[in-house]
């Protein structure tokens, strides 16, 4: 693990984004997390898929901006971090675009906090990528297979619920793949893109990242999974939130 400079700005920016990380799993559980899009919508807003792009967009932007006085010298470390950052985005504004099946709106408040909160991580990886790691080690190459892993299997899923929502834009029980065993799946292989991700990286954000993301999926999971068995009543009984057979 890469270690920053332990200024006070440092050291108040890490605790701040420790804090989050920590406090958004209870927030999120309890329905007091305020992100409000996808089944947990309430009211109106703005066109569901153009928020979502919206807000994948930024930390593309945001990345690419940090890190483009780098990139023409970069080292194969670097040139993986950047890449495996700026191709999650950009996968996520087409699939926003193109896969998804929106049936409603996104608020902008929703919309400015996970914009912000993913600008903010995506330009600190890349600003901390100055630093990389001295060469490639096994962790390095793990990392690629995880993050190859992920982004497959998240495409993959995401685009059975969009197939589930081809003639009718309700909502239905999601059946394909994973999702015989765990209602969120895609959020499985999100976590498994930004472990792919820390561990190119190793700098200590990253890991926080990573907490934040696992904490807010892992209970939104089960969150997504009370909502389906209080919607369907054949829903099966034995299904998880997000680990098969697990959780």
Known sequence: MIFPEWTTFNITLYAFFAILAI????????????????????????SGRAGMAFLYFLPFVAIT???????????????MV?????????????????????????????????????????GMLGWLNRTPLPAP???????????????I????HHKLLAELRKN???YFIPKGGLFEYVVCPHYL??????????????????????LFIVLYLVTRS???LQWYHEKFKDFPKDRKGILPFVM
């Open 82 to 122: 950047y890449l495996t950052v700026a191709f999650h985005f950009v996968k996520r504004v087409l699939e926003s675009l193109f896969v998804h099946k929106y049936a409603g709106k996104i608020d902008l408040f929703t919309t400015f906090m996970i914009a912000s909160f993913y600008s903010l991580a995506a």
């Open 168 to 170: 009718s834009l309700d």
């Open 222 to 224: 089960w969150r997504a």
């Open 137 to 151: 080690d096994v962790w390095f190459y793990l990392g690629i297979l995880l993050y190859l892993v992920g982004i």
């Open 23 to 46: 406090g958004v799993g209870p927030a999120e559980y309890f329905g007091a997390s305020m992100m409000n899009y996808s089944k947990f919508r309430k009211g109106t807003g703005i």
């Open 65 to 79: 901006f940090v890190a483009w006085s780098y990139l023409l010298t970069a080292t194969l470390v670097q040139w």
């Open 153 to 156: 299997g998240n495409f993959y």
């Open 189 to 210: 292989f999100e976590i498994l893109i930004w472990l792919g991700i820390a561990l190119l990286s190793r700098h200590l954000v990253a890991w926080i990242i990573l």
